[in-house]
C-alpha cells in the first residue's frame, strides 16, 4: 500500500483512531435505532405505573427516568468528541514527523538529494490531509448523533407528562 507508505507511520495511527470514532458513532446510531426504544417504553410504563404524578416525589421520579435514560442516550458521546479533537492533533504529529525527515535529509546530504526531500514533504502533508479528512467526517456524524440525541431526550420529557 504506496499510500500508508508514503504518508509514514502516523498515518496508521489515525486510521485506528478513525477506525474507533467511526466504530462508537455506528455504535450509538444503533442503539437509537434499536435498544432506546426498549429504555423509553420502560422508562414511561414505570411512570405510567405510578398512581400520582403531581407531588414533589413525582417531580423527582419523572427527573431519576429522564436521568437514567438520557444518561444511556448520551454514552460514548464525550469520547466521539474527544476522537474528532484528536484526529487533527494527529495529522500535525504526521507533519512534524515529515519535516524531521526533510531535515534530516537536508542534513546528510546538503539538499543534493531532491527525491528524498520530497519523500519528507509527502510524509509531511498526507498525515496532514489524512486527519483533516477524519475531522470533518467525525464532526459532520457527531452533529447528527448530539442532534438525536437531543431530540429523543426531549421527547422523553414530553411523554412524561405530569397530568394526573
Excluded at 469520547?79 to 512534524?96: D, S
Excluded at 527525491?115 to 447528527?144: C, D, E, H, R, W
Aim: some cysteine.
Amino acid at each position: 500500500n504506496a499510500f500508508m507508505a508514503s504518508g509514514g507511520p502516523v498515518l496508521f495511527l489515525i486510521a485506528g483512531l478513525t477506525f474507533f470514532m467511526w466504530m462508537l458513532i455506528f455504535e450509538r446510531v444503533f442503539y437509537f435505532h434499536g435498544g432506546l426504544k426498549d429504555d423509553v417504553r420502560v422508562a414511561i410504563d414505570q411512570w405510567e405505573g405510578r398512581p400520582e404524578r403531581k407531588s414533589w416525589n413525582a417531580h423527582q421520579v419523572r427527573y431519576a427516568l429522564i436521568s437514567r435514560v438520557s444518561e444511556k442516550i448520551h454514552s460514548n458521546m464525550d469520547m466521539i468528541q474527544a476522537c474528532v479533537a484528536l484526529a487533527p492533533l494527529f495529522g500535525l504529529l504526521g507533519t512534524v514527523w515529515g519535516m524531521i525527515n526533510v531535515f534530516d535529509v537536508l542534513a546528510l546530504t546538503g539538499g543534493g538529494d531532491a527525491k528524498q526531500m520530497a519523500s519528507g514533504v509527502s510524509m509531511a502533508t498526507i498525515p496532514t490531509m489524512a486527519g483533516m479528512v477524519a475531522a470533518l467526517s467525525g464532526v459532520f456524524a457527531n452533529t447528527y448523533v448530539t442532534r438525536t440525541a437531543e431530540r429523543e431526550t426531549q421527547l422523553l420529557e414530553d411523554h412524561l407528562t405530569m397530568d394526573h
